[in-house]
């Protein structure tokens, strides 16, 4: 598959997501709205108020998406692949939004206990929800695993959260229900603010890795030097950089050579390892530059740790 069969398949698959994703969210708005007015749930109101924000944030991501998916121009050379790291910052500040609206709903209930009705009633459609999103989960994980998208990976993130929470909130109508206990739905309640923003804390972070062009992993980058020295022509490697952005990987590199090596032969050797790299990493961008074995350069190396 050449590399621009495999850019169009991953732009199919992150637009489909991100339609799945909005679609996904309307309808569990409209199913929770319904719970939420027959319970009169705190909880059930917890994740109502969580799936208009993931809602949101959906939007935002496919809007996302499209803006990276956009190919490189002449005012942005290495692409728009950082516009999903923005979404991804935009879904955290929408997921902690709705922690802080929550934790005052449920911190009033505490105060002013009143009781759950018709419990079963939001078992149902909490049970409705948890199979509606795991399948949405599940395509979100096949887009992640075929495309590497970060703003498909933040909203499969916040999905996987709302797997729980549904679960937890159809334990805390039983709870409640059983053991005739009104405090339980706000705690539980307190207990998914706690867990939403740490969904937002685990997207900020990831985000922030991107937006400040952090290395591939070490076991990447250990990859990379061992394909460039499996060449027998190649004495050594340095100055390793690498990056992602987007469903776009970045990797530049020195590799040095013979210095009374012809220019045609030193060309071959590098589009050689060039290959292999690419091999490697499926799409990857990669820029090789040819030093001469045992001179000093000019600039600082970058150790390769």
């Known amino acids: 598959m050449s590399r621009s069969t495999k850019k169009a398949r991953a732009a199919r698959l992150m637009r489909n997501a991100t339609y799945a994703s909005v679609s996904v969210a309307i309808t569990l708005i409209a199913a929770k709205v319904a719970a939420w007015i027959i319970t009169d749930s705190v909880a059930i109101l917890s994740t109502l108020i ?58 009033g ?72 206990r009104s405090w339980i739905d706000p705690a539980l309640a307190l207990l998914v603010a706690a867990y939403i923003l740490w969904s937002a804390w685990r997207i900020v972070r990831g985000v922030i890795d991107i937006l ?31 990056r992602r952005s987007g469903t776009d990987t970045f990797i530049q590199l020195h590799i040095e050579l013979d210095g009374a090596m012809r220019l045609i032969e030193a060309h071959e050797i590098a589009d050689a390892v060039e290959a292999d790299i690419r091999k490697a990493f499926p799409g990857a961008e990669v820029i090789i530059h040819q030093d001469p074995a045992g001179i000093e350069e000019g600039h600082p190396k970058v150790a390769f740790r």
Do not use: C, W
Request: a negative charge; glycine letters at 8%; hydrophobic letters at 50%.
């Open 212 to 242: 400040m062009d952090r290395e591939l992993p070490d076991a990447d980058r250990l990859r990379i030097r061992e394909i460039a020295l499996a060449h027998e022509a190649v004495q050594d490697m340095h100055d390793l950089r690498s």
């Open 50 to 107: 969580d799936s208009l924000l993931d809602a949101l944030a959906s939007v935002v991501t496919l809007l996302a998406v499209r803006h990276a998916l956009q190919p490189a121009d002449s005012e942005h050379r290495f692409g728009h692949g950082k516009a999903e790291a923005l979404a991804g910052l935009g879904q955290a500040a929408f997921i902690t939004g709705s922690a802080v609206l929550l934790v005052a709903e449920a911190a």
């Open 109 to 180: 209930r505490l105060a002013s206990p009143q009781p759950v009705t018709h419990e079963f009633v939001g078992i149902g459609v909490m049970g409705f929800s948890i199979a509606l999103t795991l399948g949405l989960v599940l395509y979100q994980q096949f887009v992640v695993r075929e495309t590497g998208s970060v703003a498909i990976g933040a909203d499969r993130l916040h999905y996987v959260g709302d797997l729980l929470v549904n679960a937890a909130v159809i334990g805390a109508l039983l709870a409640t229900s059983l053991l005739q």
